[in-house]
């Protein structure tokens, strides 16, 4: 086991390669950055939009629009059972370690017997190959042919759990029905093989240890159980994908003894350029780590994590990194044609400066394609009173 890490060795070393030196503002510097960091949680449609703006500043509404459109990157139901925006080569990773525990909801969800989950999935797929299927249509048509197969009191998509198995199916890749990426729900869905050419039906052990890499790359250094918990996975599968990796993995105690996890030719820190960025819902300096573990405490104390959460709906606050704290929650009130921005501190950090926030409007207001009218801090007790 190589050197221990300290609490600030630990975060420094995770947003040297979460904020890199940006290299450009272009579809190809989007695409790069989708590579390297992988798939980005985006149910809130905007959160594609404010990860490009808050990694690549200057990038435009248009840009990231575009990297949607031509599907150089892709959107579906993966990692968790929930949305991510990434490459297609990553989608089709995470569909093969999704369809895993899949393949078992499936067969739960909609009371199976005569019909395996392998052939719904097949059946699905087939329906969305050709061209664009709304996503009603698409239940609607499985049911149809389930109600046909399967046995009586079995194949019944009865319930909205048993409609979103089916839409949310990690091989299928889905879009709003416009160019309204950023703030319009996804209606449209098709096959994701068909739509890129990349076959999600790699081996799921080999897919798991290229999303390992992935994951390390992005949010290390990290535990097994970190790793675990962002694939949505079993700790004895990634345990074996971490095994297979060899020597490009490489351990250190870190605090409270824990051994953490890391590629061995990671950045080591020193590349981090501190500064404020205005993070969005579900940003992976929250989501990249086990959502009870106290990795969850890296960039801001454990306890506001009840603030940084909602339990009820799932959502989390677009946030403030400010140096290698998360200091406030941010956002964004219509105004017409324009938006206000109110900034919410949280407690015990230290509230960033109206001037270093104004400073990150414009990156937002690129890639929103919007004008901000007016800027604030607001007392906390306004959002949880």
């Given at each position: 086991m190589?050197?221990?890490?300290t609490?600030?060795?630990v975060?420094?070393?995770t947003l040297?390669?979460?904020?890199p030196?940006p290299?450009g503002?272009?579809v190809?510097d989007?695409v790069?950055?989708y590579?390297?960091l992988?798939p980005v949680?985006?149910?809130?449609?905007?959160?594609?939009?404010?990860?490009?703006?808050?990694r690549?500043?200057?990038?435009?509404?248009?840009?990231?629009?575009e990297a949607f459109?031509?599907y150089?990157?892709v959107?579906?139901?993966t990692?968790?059972?929930?949305?991510?925006?990434?490459?297609p080569q990553?989608h089709?990773?995470?569909s093969?370690v999704t369809?895993?525990w899949?393949d078992?909801?499936?067969?739960?969800?909609?009371?199976l017997?005569a019909?395996a989950?392998?052939?719904v999935?097949?059946?699905?797929?087939?329906y969305a190959?050709?061209?664009?299927?709304?996503r009603d249509?698409?239940v609607?048509h499985?049911?149809a042919?389930l109600?046909?197969?399967?046995?009586?009191?079995?194949g019944?998509?009865?319930?909205?759990?048993?409609r979103?198995l089916?839409?949310?199916?990690?091989?299928?890749?889905?879009?709003?029905?416009?160019?309204?990426?950023?703030?319009?729900?996804d209606?449209?869905?098709?096959?994701?093989?068909?739509?890129t050419?990349i076959?999600?039906?790699?081996?799921?052990e080999?897919?798991?240890r290229?999303?390992v890499?992935v994951?390390?790359?992005?949010y290390g250094p990290a535990?097994?159980?970190d790793?675990a918990w962002?694939?949505?996975?079993?700790?004895?599968?990634?345990?074996?994908?971490?095994?297979?990796?060899g020597d490009?993995?490489?351990?250190?105690?870190?605090p409270?003894?824990?051994?953490y996890?890391d590629?061995a030719?990671?950045?080591?820190?020193?590349?981090?350029a501190?500064?404020?960025?205005?993070?969005?819902?579900?940003?992976g300096?929250?989501?990249?780590?086990?959502?009870?573990?106290p990795e969850r405490?890296r960039?801001?104390?454990?306890?506001?994590?009840?603030?940084?959460?909602n339990?009820?709906?799932?959502?989390?606050?677009?946030?403030?990194l400010?140096g290698?704290r998360?200091?406030?929650?941010w956002?964004?009130?219509?105004?017409g044609?324009?938006?206000d921005?109110?900034v919410?501190?949280l407690?015990g950090?230290?509230a960033?400066?109206?001037d270093a926030?104004a400073?990150?409007?414009?990156?937002?207001?690129?890639?929103?394609?919007?004008e901000v009218a007016d800027?604030?801090?607001?007392?906390?007790?306004?959002?949880?009173?």
């Open positions: 190589s050197k221990r890490l609490p600030d060795d975060a420094l070393r040297d390669r979460q904020f030196s290299t503002t272009a190809a989007l790069a950055l590579e390297a992988g949680q985006t149910q809130v449609p905007r959160a594609a939009f404010l990860f490009a703006a808050s690549l500043p200057g990038i435009t509404h248009e840009t990231v629009v459109d031509t150089a990157l959107k579906g139901t990692l968790r059972g929930t949305v991510h925006s990434s490459v990553h089709a990773w995470a093969a369809s895993v899949l078992k909801a499936l067969a739960r969800g909609l009371s017997d019909v989950p392998e052939e999935r097949a059946r699905t797929a087939a190959t050709d061209e664009w299927r709304e249509d698409l609607a499985v049911a042919w109600a046909d197969a399967e046995k009586p009191g079995h019944t998509v009865a319930d909205s759990y048993a979103n089916l839409r949310g199916a990690p091989w299928l890749v889905r879009r709003p029905p416009d160019r309204r990426w950023h703030t319009r729900t209606t449209l869905y098709r096959s994701s093989a068909a739509l050419g076959d999600a039906s790699v081996p799921p080999v897919a798991r290229e999303l890499r994951h390390l790359g992005a535990t097994r159980r790793v962002w694939l949505g996975d079993k700790l004895r599968p990634v345990d074996a994908a971490i095994a297979a990796l490009e993995v490489v351990q250190y105690e870190g409270d003894g824990q051994t996890l590629l030719d990671a950045p080591d820190g020193s590349g981090f501190a500064g404020l960025r205005l993070l969005p819902e579900f940003d300096v929250m989501l990249g780590y086990e959502g009870t573990g405490a960039f801001t104390a454990l306890e506001n994590q009840q603030h940084l959460f339990k009820v709906n799932g959502t989390t606050a677009p946030v403030v400010d290698t998360l200091v406030a929650q956002r964004i009130v219509p105004r044609t324009r938006v921005v109110e919410i501190p407690p950090e230290k960033p400066a109206e926030v400073a990150a409007l414009p990156a937002v207001e690129a890639v929103l394609a919007t800027l604030r801090t607001v007392a906390r007790v306004t959002l949880d009173g």
